[in-house]
């Protein structure tokens, strides 16, 4: 059974009890990634989870670290366009020292000047990294020209410029934006009594005050079709091609993933089987469905060398073509249908997986659900369904392109990629 508290100060907390378990995983959900992102100070909710670890008043980074350690525990936090999150699993008996932890973290991080410049620098070499992955950069790459001037398409890293310049105040004034009790979702799932988490989160996270003010999320994502590479001495030629995908509510998403998982999301898949075990020509191939609350993402990644490309993107052209004609077997749909299902079940078997399906659908959709009530909605999904979505992803004109590589002249570009 799943309890939906809601404090006096408008804080939701959503607690799990699970008795033959010995830990408790506990995540701080907080509706601020790069999507509530500016130009300017893209790349501050990145920041401030990395400050967050940094030192409090009464903790400095090495002490939040030693005491986790001491439990034998684990905290870690993460960054998406959507949201931040901070999370914790300890024993049970350690669970009210984590709590104490993460709420110190929150409202009592000092911010310190110097930590804050030390930790740009860090982050700045992040960036660099994820630029010198180019499997990394097409991805983003595929992301900024399909969402082109829609703030989906900021980098969650945030850019040089961004992230240098980040100081204390525009923290200050993000956090009084964004890190408000209407804004923030805490989930808990465990061995521990209600009793507990209701006296606990009151006494840790009672400081949340209401939202201020709070600038609003765009209603929806405008998808535009582009080509777009940049010239990288590298050996191989690394490219995604999109499609606009489904967003997280959709009625079409779980069709798509399992139309993702034929096509490319498994060994078995596809592209997989006939590009790369049958053909040779890759190493790395497979698709993926990106979705967010009011957009998605459908893409294909590859990684080849260059004499190989045109070959391989007809291969990859056929394949789509044959989805959009509705050349998927039964066999095919079933396997995949039956993988992804039973990847979620025994994805259930954690309670930091079971934790963060609490956290993700209480912040998005101020929905309380049984995590195993997802269950039912892939098996709902039938094999016409499949068939239809793939219609629709693939129209012939909607294809983006990212790709970088050793190559920059605009005929053979054009060339290889004209099919698209």
């Known amino acids: 059974m799943i309890h939906k508290i809601i404090m006096d100060n408008g804080l939701r907390i959503v607690f799990e009890k699970i008795d033959h378990v010995k830990s408790v995983s506990t995540g701080i959900w907080v509706g601020a990634g790069s999507i509530n992102e500016t130009t300017i100070n893209n790349g501050i909710s990145h920041m401030i989870e990395h400050m967050l670890f940094k030192g409090t008043k009464n903790r ?93 398409s900021y980098p969650i890293l945030g850019d040089i410029q961004s992230v240098n310049g980040i100081n204390r105040q525009t923290i200050d004034d993000y956090m009084d934006n964004y890190y408000t009790s209407d804004n923030v979702v805490i989930s808990i799932v465990g061995n521990t009594t209600l009793a507990e988490v209701k006296q606990l989160c009151n006494k840790y996270f009672s400081n949340f005050r209401k939202t201020i003010k709070i600038t609003e999320t765009p209603k929806s994502f405008e998808y535009t079709a582009n080509k777009q590479g940049v010239h990288k001495n590298i050996e191989q030629l690394h490219f995604c091609i999109g499609v606009k995908g489904f967003e997280r509510n959709s009625p079409h998403y779980y069709s798509t993933n399992i139309l993702n998982n034929v096509l490319g999301g498994s060994m078995s898949s596809r592209l997989f089987q006939n590009i790369r075990e049958k053909s040779g020509l890759v190493y790395s191939i497979y698709s993926f469905h990106s979705s967010y609350k009011m957009s998605g993402l459908f893409g294909i990644y590859s990684a080849l060398k260059e004499e190989n490309v045109e070959e391989a993107l007809q291969q990859i052209k056929s394949e789509i073509d044959s989805f959009r004609k509705g050349d998927i077997s039964v066999s095919e749909f079933e396997r995949a249908k039956s993988q992804i299902k039973g990847n979620y079940i025994l994805s259930l078997e954690n309670t930091s997986n079971r934790m963060t399906v609490l956290g993700r659908r209480e912040l998005f959709y101020n929905e309380t659900i049984q995590p195993e009530d997802i269950i039912p909605k892939i098996e709902k999904v039938v094999y016409g369904d499949v068939l239809d979505v793939s219609k629709m992803l693939f129209k012939e004109s909607d294809f983006n392109i990212a790709f970088t590589g050793n190559i920059d002249d605009n005929k053979e570009i054009d060339n290889l990629f004209k099919m698209y």
């Open 60 to 152: 400095s980074a090495f002490d939040i670290a030693e005491e986790i350690d001491s439990m034998g525990g684990q905290i870690n936090a993460f960054t998406t366009k959507e949201c931040t999150g901070y999370y914790t699993k300890v024993a049970s008996y350690f669970f009210d020292k984590s709590l104490e932890i993460l709420s110190d973290m929150i409202f009592n991080s000092v911010f310190d000047e110097e930590e804050l410049e030390k930790e740009k620098k860090v982050i700045l070499e992040e960036i660099l990294m994820y630029e010198d992955s180019p499997e990394d950069y097409v991805h983003e790459l595929l992301t900024k020209i399909s969402f082109e001037g829609n703030a989906i």
